[in-house]
């Protein structure tokens, strides 16, 4: 036993290594460094204590109104939240999509290979791709194509049905949207659906047979069995995917949009980039690091809270 | 047995890692490092040219990496942060204020007098992109400023004239209303008059600029009318004359736009000759250069170029001087310049190997258009993280959703708020 403990320990070793020297020690010197005034390749870090933290979060009165000391990290994180918008619909789709391919179904490995295949696919490369399909005019973007056509059917032509046409990637007010658009089209086929289709896969049948027994259609078989059973998948899948969606948006919005238009699909990754080596505020990118980290553990506190819990009582 | 294999595992693990410190972290003493970027056949050309400097002095040691361009600046300043960054880097110019204001260049001045450097063949704007505070920091090895692409075939097409050397805004904006068509008359442009690329050749060309000096102090100068009125013209070119193609904001390259040169979809394409190496093997249509139009002030463009720069760390900082100086030299630019990615830095090298008799367009266009007024970006690290958001707030005139006015009055309040932060950090200005 104790032969085979050692062994536990050695084949752990050079993952702990890893992490102990590569995740854990990284994030304890960024921690230390968000207290300091520290300019890249200056050598010369001043203790500001909290200061950092202040410049960031806090907000003073000016001729009566509260203004952020640092209003672009506000609006930065507004923006990466509502990005954030593409994880429910993305698990939706991910748990439709499996529920579709665990049935008996014609053709169903292609499918599955058709929804994993945006999984595979190079970031910039799907990107690239929304990037024309999302084109504003209608003779070049697809979806304003169809549209447009659309449009046309109803008698509506000319500059009224440009009018109506949504400024994908172009309007403020549509580069969000545009933007979750994409990550849902990019992840609902690709773990999630996996990791739900092997759910699936463990759920007894035993369960369905009882339903079909008692009269249950299919929606009550899906919200009383399928979607109970499948609630440590679907914690899983959602605790990492809020995790990613806290850190990411930074590639999509750089291939694009560039962050724009008027910063409206900047994230926070992207300010820490800006802030660490275009700025070369180290210890203020570092300050950002930790306030994304402390919402990431506690957006994972509650996850834990409230979904583990649940759980744990289903 | 199983002992054995994991110590035998994790020795390979280490012996791999020290022996990547050893080869790419810690150059030997008299081991000297090189990084270079840039397009295939660039990085190409640089190995050719330190493999020449190696067969002239076979005693130097030097070892010349290709790194990637968009992550060198990172690589670079965590280097030297370190301690242990290359004694030779190439820099574009406009990441020349973030690595320069950490005093980790090597100023030189001193060398460039001491081995009689001609500077005065150099293009002055050249030098001053290289220049932070007053101190030379590197030499580049090509540099050039915005001027025109255009459609021959689409001109000719529509009758309409070619662009002349005085052209105008206003002749830009006639021309771009003629070329901005609708071929298949279904209600949507086919083809649209210009890509008018950066904001700030406009605001210059107008007469304006983005800040000002006021009691030793940078301000925002984004409430002068020259400025209004450029802006004006610009985003009307979009919104008003809708002769460019809609883009996701003025921090995009609109170069990502769907409508492009190549494509045959924008008859005027405002750019410079570093969209050669692209535009060359275009066969498709016939297209020729002309020099960026006149605005109100005159003809006043952004300059952009790449060079050579020293690590002030170097253990051997002469070596490293002799290499740059092999690396600019003007065999060096000329050889650049035969590969048609961009123009020397000198002006004799421009004249001599950039301008060919082979070409169907006029490289004379670019070698001009740097006799006019070639402009720079404040020199500063704290730039291009202003531009960025003065820019931000100017695309909601660019959709259309505000005002020029509007949207200058707010860039205008998020500049002088940028610069009074940075002014009450205290940061070296």
Same mark, same amino acid.
């Given at each position: 036993?104790?032969?085979?403990?050692r062994?536990?320990?050695?084949f752990?070793l !050079?993952?702990?290594?890893?992490?102990?020297?590569?995740t854990?020690? !990284?994030?304890l010197v960024?921690a230390?460094?968000?207290?300091?005034?520290?300019q890249?390749?200056?050598?010369t !870090?001043?203790?500001?204590?909290?200061?950092?933290?202040?410049d960031?979060?806090?907000?003073?009165?000016v001729d009566g109104a509260w203004?952020?000391?640092?209003p672009?990290?506000?609006?930065?994180l507004a923006n990466?939240?509502f990005l954030m918008?593409?994880i429910?619909?993305s698990?939706?789709?991910a748990?439709l999509?499996?529920?579709?391919l665990n049935?008996?179904?014609r053709?169903?490995?292609?499918?599955?290979t058709?929804?994993?295949? !945006?999984?595979?696919?190079s970031?910039?490369?799907i990107?690239?791709?929304?990037?024309?399909?999302?084109?504003?005019?209608p003779?070049?973007?697809?979806i304003n194509g169809?549209?447009w056509k659309?449009?046309h059917i109803f008698g509506v032509t000319?500059?009224?049905?440009?009018?109506?046409?949504p400024?994908?990637?172009?309007?403020e007010?549509?580069?969000?949207?545009?933007?979750?658009?994409v990550?849902?089209?990019a992840?609902a086929?690709?773990?999630s659906?996996?990791?739900?289709?092997?759910g699936?896969q463990n759920i007894?049948?035993?369960l369905?047979?009882?339903a079909d027994?008692?009269?249950?259609?299919?929606w009550?078989?899906l919200?009383?069995?399928t979607?109970?059973?499948?609630?440590p998948t679907t914690?899983f899948?959602l605790v990492t995917?809020v995790i990613g969606?806290?850190?990411?948006?930074?590639?999509a919005?750089y291939?694009?949009t560039?962050?724009?238009?008027?910063?409206?699909?900047?994230?926070?990754s992207?300010y820490i980039?800006?802030?660490?080596y275009?700025?070369?505020?180290?210890?203020y990118?570092a300050?950002?690091s930790?306030?994304?980290?402390?919402l990431?553990?506690v957006?994972?506190?509650?996850?834990?809270?409230?979904g583990?819990?649940?759980?744990?009582?289903? | 047995?199983?002992y054995?294999?994991?110590?035998? /595992?994790?020795?390979a693990?280490?012996v791999?890692f020290v022996g990547a410190?050893?080869?790419?972290? @810690?150059?030997a003493?008299?081991?000297?490092?090189?990084w270079v970027?840039?397009?295939?056949q660039?990085a190409?050309?640089f190995r050719?040219? /330190?493999?020449?400097?190696?067969?002239?002095?076979?005693d130097?040691? $030097?070892?010349?990496?290709?790194v990637?361009?968009?992550?060198v600046v990172?690589?670079?300043?965590t280097?030297?942060?370190? &301690?242990?960054a290359?004694?030779?880097?190439?820099l @574009?110019?406009r990441?020349?204020? +973030?690595?320069?204001s950490?005093? +980790?260049?090597?100023?030189?001045?001193e060398?460039?007098?001491r081995d009689?450097?001609d500077?005065g063949d150099?293009y002055?704007?050249?030098l001053?992109a290289?220049?932070?505070?007053?101190?030379l920091?590197g030499?580049?090895?090509k540099?050039s400023?915005v001027?025109?692409?255009?459609?021959?075939d689409?001109f000719?097409?529509?009758?309409?004239e070619?662009?002349?050397p005085?052209w105008?805004?206003?002749?830009?904006l006639e021309? *771009?209303k003629k070329l901005?068509?609708?071929v298949?008359?279904?209600?949507?442009y086919d083809?649209? &008059?210009c890509?008018?690329?950066?904001?700030?050749n406009?605001v210059?060309?107008g007469?304006?600029?983005?800040?000002?000096m006021?009691?030793?102090?940078?301000?925002s100068?984004?409430?002068d009318?020259s400025?209004?009125?450029a802006? +004006?013209f610009y985003?009307?070119?979009?919104f008003?004359?809708?002769?460019?193609p809609?883009?996701?904001g003025m921090r995009t390259d609109a170069?990502?736009s769907?409508?492009?040169?190549e494509?045959?979809?924008i008859a005027?394409d405002?750019s410079?000759?570093?969209?050669i190496?692209q535009?060359?093997?275009?066969?498709?249509?016939?297209?020729?250069t002309?020099?960026f139009?006149?605005g109100?002030d005159?003809?006043k463009?952004?300059y952009?170029?790449? &060079?050579f720069t020293i690590w002030?760390?170097?253990k051997?900082?002469e070596?490293?001087?002799?290499?740059?100086?092999?690396m600019?030299?003007s +065999? /060096?630019?000329?050889?650049? *310049?035969q590969?048609g990615?961009?123009?020397?830095?000198?002006r004799?090298v421009?004249?001599?190997?950039f301008v060919r008799?082979?070409t169907?367009w006029?490289?004379e266009? $670019?070698v001009e258009s740097?006799e006019?007024?070639?402009?720079?970006?404040?020199?500063?690290?704290?730039?291009e993280?202003?531009y960025?958001f003065?820019?931000?707030?100017?695309?909601? /005139?660019l959709a259309g959703?505000?005002?020029?006015e509007?949207?200058?009055?707010r860039a205008?309040?998020?500049?002088n708020d940028?610069?009074?932060r940075i002014?009450a950090q205290?940061?070296?200005?």
């Amino acid at each position: 036993m104790k032969r085979q403990g050692r062994a536990a320990v050695l084949f752990l070793l !050079p993952n702990l290594l890893g992490f102990v020297i590569f995740t854990l020690g !990284p994030v304890l010197v960024a921690a230390g460094m968000s207290l300091y005034r520290y300019q890249l390749a200056t050598g010369t !870090p001043s203790f500001v204590g909290l200061g950092n933290f202040a410049d960031l979060l806090w907000f003073d009165s000016v001729d009566g109104a509260w203004q952020a000391r640092d209003p672009y990290f506000w609006q930065y994180l507004a923006n990466t939240l509502f990005l954030m918008l593409n994880i429910p619909l993305s698990m939706t789709c991910a748990l439709l999509l499996a529920v579709l391919l665990n049935r008996e179904i014609r053709g169903r490995v292609v499918f599955r290979t058709l929804f994993f295949i !945006p999984h595979l696919c190079s970031g910039i490369a799907i990107y690239m791709v929304w990037t024309m399909l999302l084109t504003y005019e209608p003779n070049v973007g697809i979806i304003n194509g169809f549209l447009w056509k659309l449009y046309h059917i109803f008698g509506v032509t000319g500059a009224d049905a440009a009018a109506l046409l949504p400024g994908w990637l172009i309007d403020e007010r549509w580069a969000k949207p545009a933007l979750i658009i994409v990550f849902v089209w990019a992840s609902a086929g690709g773990f999630s659906m996996i990791l739900y289709l092997a759910g699936l896969q463990n759920i007894p049948p035993e369960l369905y047979e009882a339903a079909d027994i008692d009269g249950a259609n299919g929606w009550m078989k899906l919200r009383y069995i399928t979607i109970p059973q499948l609630a440590p998948t679907t914690f899983f899948i959602l605790v990492t995917s809020v995790i990613g969606g806290l850190q990411g948006g930074f590639e999509a919005a750089y291939i694009m949009t560039g962050g724009g238009p008027g910063g409206s699909t900047t994230t926070i990754s992207y300010y820490i980039y800006t802030q660490a080596y275009q700025q070369l505020e180290v210890g203020y990118a570092a300050t950002i690091s930790m306030v994304l980290f402390a919402l990431i553990f506690v957006a994972t506190l509650i996850n834990w809270r409230y979904g583990g819990s649940r759980l744990e009582t289903s | 047995m199983l002992y054995i294999r994991l110590f035998a /595992a994790c020795a390979a693990v280490l012996v791999a890692f020290v022996g990547a410190r050893y080869i790419n972290w @810690h150059p030997a003493e008299d081991m000297l490092t090189v990084w270079v970027y840039g397009s295939p056949q660039e990085a190409q050309l640089f190995r050719r040219m /330190a493999e020449q400097y190696r067969r002239e002095n076979p005693d130097k040691l $030097f070892r010349l990496e290709v790194v990637p361009g968009r992550s060198v600046v990172q690589k670079l300043l965590t280097g030297m942060d370190a &301690g242990h960054a290359p004694d030779v880097c190439v820099l @574009h110019w406009r990441q020349m204020a +973030q690595v320069s204001s950490t005093g +980790q260049l090597l100023p030189l001045d001193e060398l460039v007098k001491r081995d009689g450097i001609d500077v005065g063949d150099y293009y002055p704007v050249g030098l001053e992109a290289y220049s932070y505070h007053g101190k030379l920091y590197g030499l580049p090895v090509k540099g050039s400023t915005v001027t025109c692409f255009y459609n021959k075939d689409l001109f000719d097409q529509y009758g309409v004239e070619y662009p002349s050397p005085d052209w105008t805004w206003d002749e830009l904006l006639e021309k *771009a209303k003629k070329l901005t068509i609708d071929v298949d008359q279904d209600g949507l442009y086919d083809v649209y &008059g210009c890509s008018p690329y950066d904001i700030a050749n406009y605001v210059w060309s107008g007469g304006g600029k983005f800040l000002r000096m006021e009691d030793g102090r940078y301000v925002s100068n984004l409430d002068d009318p020259s400025v209004r009125d450029a802006v +004006q013209f610009y985003v009307d070119l979009y919104f008003k004359h809708q002769v460019s193609p809609p883009r996701p904001g003025m921090r995009t390259d609109a170069t990502m736009s769907t409508f492009t040169f190549e494509a045959g979809r924008i008859a005027i394409d405002i750019s410079g000759p570093w969209r050669i190496p692209q535009y060359q093997y275009l066969d498709r249509f016939e297209w020729d250069t002309a020099l960026f139009p006149k605005g109100p002030d005159g003809r006043k463009t952004r300059y952009a170029s790449v &060079g050579f720069t020293i690590w002030k760390n170097s253990k051997q900082p002469e070596l490293a001087w002799d290499l740059v100086k092999h690396m600019v030299g003007s +065999q /060096a630019t000329a050889a650049m *310049a035969q590969l048609g990615s961009d123009m020397p830095p000198q002006r004799s090298v421009a004249r001599r190997a950039f301008v060919r008799d082979d070409t169907p367009w006029s490289e004379e266009t $670019f070698v001009e258009s740097m006799e006019y007024d070639v402009h720079l970006f404040p020199q500063e690290l704290w730039w291009e993280d202003l531009y960025r958001f003065m820019l931000d707030d100017l695309d909601a /005139a660019l959709a259309g959703r505000e005002s020029v006015e509007e949207a200058l009055a707010r860039a205008h309040q998020t500049t002088n708020d940028y610069l009074d932060r940075i002014y009450a950090q205290g940061d070296d200005l």
